[in-house]
Nanobody
Framework: QVQLVESGGGLVQAGGSLRLSCAAS????????MGWFRQAPAKEREFVAA????????YYAASVKGRFTVSRDNAKNTVYLQMNSLKPEDTAVYYC????????????????????WGQGTQVTVSS
């Protein structure tokens, strides 16, 4: 049974940092791309970042590029999202997802490209 569990969310002041983790289990993840998305109240889920199977390639939404860094540790089956210089508009529930499709180097930025999702972790940035 595939399971993704996010952690590391919380309340932080604007300008602060948080590091989210996504622990995966139930299948070999090291050959597949993974992504982070977020959803703010009354808004649609939006893409944040994607990482290739090896961690060698990454892709970011324009709104977070230069502030967020996605990485992975395949030995630990864990993906990370380091978030720096946080802004109130970053407030949302953050979700990780895995894309169980061929070519783990492809960096997908739409939610329908991903098959499994975590339950999400809340990030709140105060002004």
């Amino acid at each position: 049974q595939v399971q993704l569990v996010e952690s590391g969310g919380g309340l932080v002041q604007a300008g602060g940092s948080l590091r989210l983790s996504c622990a995966a289990s139930g299948r070999t993840f090291s050959r597949y791309g993974m992504g982070w998305f977020r959803q703010a109240p009354a808004k649609e889920r939006e893409f944040v970042a994607a990482v290739s199977w090896s961690g060698g390639s990454t892709y970011y939404a324009a709104s977070v590029k230069g502030r967020f860094t996605v990485s992975r540790d395949n030995a630990k089956n864990t993906v990370y999202l380091q978030m720096n210089s946080l802004k109130p508009e970053d407030t949302a529930v953050y979700y990780c997802a895995v894309r169980f499709r061929p070519y783990g180097g492809y960096l997908a930025d739409t939610s329908d490209e991903y098959e499994y999702w975590g339950q999400g972790t809340q990030v709140t940035v105060s002004s």
